[in-house]
């Protein structure tokens, strides 16, 4: 991927809203901004980490639902057989010219495997956080 192609996905991912759905309400995650809902839920989980992880459209590329829940299914099992503790979620973009892409909240997942993980399953990038600083974006790949 050229640094053109580069910078426009990033656009797209900084306007993205990372949704965490709790049974009461969603908490909105935006890469950058410091959320307080965000951190009480990480206190609740007794967590100083956590990623944010689609395994949808692998490479930006777009994948039928079918394919996609296939996807997702596998990567709910690698993290539940990795013990993760992880909440449904959905990523966004804040202009709905997108379906959302199904994706998953993993609390107290180290950085290093996060991305490992975002790699594993074809993605240019996660999002990533622990409780002292807003959210990343964070590459997989040296794109």
């Known amino acids: ?6 910078s426009k ?16 309400r969603p908490i909105i995650i935006r890469i ?5 809902a965000l951190y009480e839920l ?10 944010f992880i689609t395994a949808c459209n692998p490479f930006s590329r777009l994948l039928s ?9 596998r990567l709910e099992k690698r993290l539940a057989a990795e013990n993760y503790h992880f909440l449904n979620g959905c990523g966004q973009d804040r202009e709905k010219k997108w379906q959302g892409e199904p994706s998953f909240f993993i609390t ?3 950085w290093s495997s996060a991305v490992s993980l975002g790699a594993e399953f074809e993605q240019h990038a996660i ?4 409780i002292e600083n807003a959210p990343a974006l964070v590459w997989c790949q040296n794109s």
């Open 1 to 6: 991927m050229n640094q053109t192609e580069k």
């Open 9 to 24: 996905l990033e656009e797209v991912f900084q306007n993205t809203d990372y949704i965490v759905q709790l049974p009461d």
């Open 32 to 36: 950058g901004e410091y959320n307080p």
């Open 42 to 51: 990480l206190k609740v989980y007794q967590s100083r980490t956590w990623a």
């Open 65 to 73: 639902d079918q394919e996609n829940s296939i996807r997702q299914s």
């Open 108 to 110: 107290d997942i180290n």
């Open 127 to 130: 999002v990533w956080g622990d």
